[in-house]
């Protein structure tokens, strides 16, 4: 097909282009001016879930934290996560399940169905991500919309966990993993985070639903890279952590537990649950000392599974197991994915997990 060129209109007489038409009433306007009409006119044929997409892609550094249930997000990394958002990074927190076989701690609680204590508990989690300054949270789902289940567990030993029993099929551990690390990996895809957080592979203290969490983010972080035939468009992570504690600290801190005669302290000088390696392999310490009533905040949202003690020196929080663990001002992580890089703290370890993250 051809055209024939419109003679140019002469400058001193006005735009004669139809109304309506591209261009319509640029003629002699600022064109950063028109511009911005024009973009303005595109955002306001988007959806609202889309135009919130878009605002978050406009943050130049973006975290995405995974984890199971509510309160791992407070308990693991709520100093880290307060921190980056105060600092006004974009913080995805993405929840797994909505813990409906927690094991609930107060008394007037324990009657809740399963069905109940997920809604409740997402209430809690509503209260925590508050606390913490998150504005985008979100829960896995599964193909046909729904929700994955809490997979249950038993306590094995003080701070170790185990597969539970009468499996949900409707439950995180039941799905196969490539499924769950897909839906995974559409979350990446969207928010196109430069650091993606989760557990260590033994999901921290060994609960079923951590580990799978641990490894469908792993899977998910490769299939978030690859090529698309959905027209969505790949995402390569930069810096990938997992939530440790260094062996020496957690040791110390148990000792001064004990010596302070708190119930149930595991022996110091014991086995370890999977969240605690050699201080070596220790790669970042985020200083949230500034955050450490962010992060109380939100554990105490977290009352169903959460008991915060703000008696001792240093305030401690107990899951149900009643094992005392130390709220210490900095949180400590294994760099998996990507390069360290400076500034570094006198041990050797990164201080900010985007550090060496081209914006």
Same mark, same amino acid.
């Given at each position: 097909?051809?055209t024939?060129?419109?003679?140019?209109?002469?400058?001193?007489?006005?735009?004669?282009?139809?109304?309506?038409?591209a261009?319509?009433g640029?003629?002699g306007r600022?064109p950063l001016?028109v511009?911005?009409?024009?973009?303005? +006119?595109?955002?306001g044929?988007l959806q609202?879930?889309?135009l919130?997409?878009?605002e978050?892609?406009?943050?130049p550094?973006?975290?995405? $934290?995974?984890?199971?249930?509510?309160d791992?997000?407070?308990?693991?990394?709520?100093?880290?996560?307060?921190r980056?958002?105060?600092?006004?990074?974009?913080?995805?927190?993405?929840?797994?399940?909505?813990g409906?076989?927690?094991?609930?701690?107060p008394?007037?609680?324990?009657?809740?169905?399963? +069905?109940e204590l997920a809604?409740?508990?997402?209430r809690?989690?509503a209260?925590?991500?508050?606390a913490?300054?998150?504005?985008?949270?979100? $829960?896995?789902?599964r193909p046909?919309g729904?929700?994955?289940?809490?997979?249950g567990?038993?306590?094995?030993?003080p701070?170790?966990a185990?597969?539970?029993?009468?499996?949900?099929?409707?439950?995180?551990?039941a799905a196969?993993v490539?499924?769950?690390?897909?839906?995974?990996?559409?979350v990446v895809?969207?928010?196109?985070?430069q650091?993606?957080?989760?557990y260590?592979?033994g999901?921290?203290y060994?609960?079923?639903?951590?580990v799978?969490?641990?490894?469908?983010?792993?899977r998910?972080l490769?299939?978030?890279?690859?090529?698309?035939h959905?027209?969505?468009?790949?995402?390569?992570v930069?810096?990938?952590y997992e939530?440790?504690?260094?062996?020496?600290?957690t040791?110390a801190?148990?000792?001064a537990?004990?010596?302070?005669?708190?119930? +149930?302290?595991?022996?110091?000088d014991?086995?370890l649950?999977s969240?605690?390696?050699?201080?070596e392999?220790?790669?970042t310490?985020?200083?949230?000392a500034?955050?450490?009533?962010a992060?109380?905040?939100?554990l105490?949202?977290?009352?169903?599974q959460v008991?915060?003690?703000?008696?001792?020196?240093?305030?401690?929080?107990?899951?149900s197991n009643?094992?005392?663990q130390?709220v210490?001002p900095?949180?400590?992580f294994?760099?998996v994915?990507g390069?360290a890089?400076?500034? $570094?703290?006198?041990?050797g370890?990164?201080?900010?997990? $985007?550090?060496g993250?081209a914006?």
């Open positions: 097909m051809t024939t060129p419109q003679p140019p209109q002469p400058p001193d007489e006005p735009d004669r282009t139809p109304e309506g038409a261009g319509a640029t003629l600022d001016e511009a911005a009409d024009a973009v303005d +006119d595109a955002a044929a609202p879930e889309e919130a997409a878009m978050r892609l406009d943050q550094r973006r975290v995405l $934290f995974v984890h199971a249930h509510p791992d997000e407070s308990i693991g990394n709520g100093l880290t996560i307060a980056y958002a105060a600092a006004g990074a974009g913080v995805t927190l993405l929840t797994a399940t909505r409906e076989q927690g094991e609930v701690i008394a007037e609680l324990a009657g809740l169905g399963p +069905d809604e409740h508990r997402t809690e989690l209260a925590a991500t508050e913490l300054g998150v504005d985008d949270h979100r $829960f896995l789902t046909d729904s929700g994955y289940r809490d997979s567990m038993v306590w094995l030993a701070g170790v185990g597969t539970g029993e009468d499996l949900d099929p409707r439950a995180l551990t196969d490539e499924e769950v690390a897909e839906r995974v990996a559409e895809r969207e928010v196109r985070p650091v993606v957080v989760t260590e592979p999901g921290g060994g609960h079923p639903d951590h799978r969490v641990a490894e469908a983010t792993r998910a490769v299939l978030a890279a690859g090529d698309r959905d027209g969505s468009v790949p995402w390569q930069a810096k990938v939530t440790v504690q260094p062996e020496s600290l040791r801190a148990l000792r537990l004990a010596a302070a005669g708190l119930a +149930d302290v595991p022996d110091p014991g086995p649950p969240v605690v390696v050699p201080d392999e220790v790669t310490a985020v200083d949230g500034e955050h450490v009533a992060k109380l905040a939100a105490r949202a977290h009352a169903s008991t915060v003690d703000l008696e001792g020196r240093e305030p401690v929080m107990r899951l009643r094992v005392p130390p210490l900095v949180e400590h294994r760099l994915h390069v890089s400076g500034p $570094f703290d006198d041990a370890r990164e201080t900010d997990l $985007f550090a993250v914006l």
